[in-house]
C-alpha cells in the first residue's frame, strides 16, 4: 500500500509519539495564551505604557497564530493517525485470515503424517507377519527335506536288499538246476543200467 503525504514507515508508534508532541505543545500554548490574557488584566488594572501593551497585543497574535498552525498540524497528524488505524485493522484481519489458514493447513499435514504412520505401522506388521509365514514355510520345507533324503536312504537300502536277494535267488536257483540235472543224469544211467542187465538176464534164460 501506498505511503500518504507525510507519513513515516515507523508505523503508528511515531505517529502517536508525535500526536502526544503536538499535545504538549498545545496545552503549552493555551497556558502561555492564558498567563498572557492574565498579564493583559493585570496591566488594564495597572497603568501601562502604549508600547508595551503593543508588544503583548503582538505576542498574543504570534501565539494564537502558532496556535492555529499547531491545531492545523494536530489535525493532520491525527487524519494521518486514523489512516494508520485503518491499515492496522486491514493487516491484522488479514493475519488473522492468514493465521487461520496456516492453522487449517498444518492440521491437514499432521492429519495426513498421522495416517501415512499408520499405513507404515501397518505395513510394517504386514511384513513381520509375512516374514514370520515365510520362515515357517522354511523350516516346514526343511523338515520334509530331511524326510525326503530319508526315505531316499530307505528305499537305497531296499533296493541293495532287492538287489542282494536277487541275486542270491538266482544262485539258489542255479543250484537247483544244477542239482536237477545231475540227478537226472544219475536217473537216466540207473536206468540203463537196469535196462542192460534186464536183457542180460533174459539172454542167459
Not at 19 to 44: A, C, G, K, P, T
Not at 61 to 67: F, S
Request: aromatic share 4%.
Amino acid at each position: 500500500m501506498a505511503t500518504p503525504l507525510g507519513w513515516s514507515q515507523g508505523g503508528s508508534g511515531s505517529v502517536c509519539l508525535a500526536f502526544d508532541q503536538l499535545r504538549d505543545v498545545i496545552e503549552s500554548q493555551e497556558e502561555l495564551i492564558h498567563q498572557l490574557r492574565n498579564v493583559m488584566v493585570l496591566q488594564d488594572e495597572n497603568f501601562v505604557s502604549k508600547e508595551e501593551f503593543h508588544e503583548i497585543e503582538k505576542k498574543l497574535v504570534e501565539e494564537k497564530a502558532a496556535h492555529a498552525k499547531t491545531k492545523a498540524l494536530l489535525a493532520k497528524e491525527e487524519e494521518k493517525l486514523q489512516f494508520a488505524l485503518g491499515e492496522v485493522e486491514v493487516l491484522s484481519k488479514q493475519l488473522e485470515k492468514e493465521k487461520m489458514a496456516f492453522e487449517k493447513a498444518l492440521s491437514s499435514v499432521k492429519s495426513r503424517v498421522l495416517q501415512e504412520s499408520s499405513k507404515k505401522d501397518q505395513l510394517i506388521t504386514k511384513c513381520n507377519e509375512i516374514e514370520s509365514h515365510i520362515i515357517k514355510q522354511e523350516d516346514i520345507l526343511n523338515g520334509k527335506e530331511n524326510e525326503i533324503k530319508e526315505l531316499q536312504q530307505v528305499i537305497s537300502q531296499q533296493k541293495q536288499n532287492f538287489r542282494n536277494h536277487v541275486s542270491d535267488f538266482r544262485i539258489q536257483k542255479q543250484q537247483e538246476t544244477y542239482m536237477a540235472q545231475v540227478l537226472d543224469q544219475k536217473r537216466k544211467k540207473a536206468t540203463g543200467t537196469r535196462r542192460a542187465r534186464s536183457r542180460q538176464c533174459s539172454r542167459e534164460k
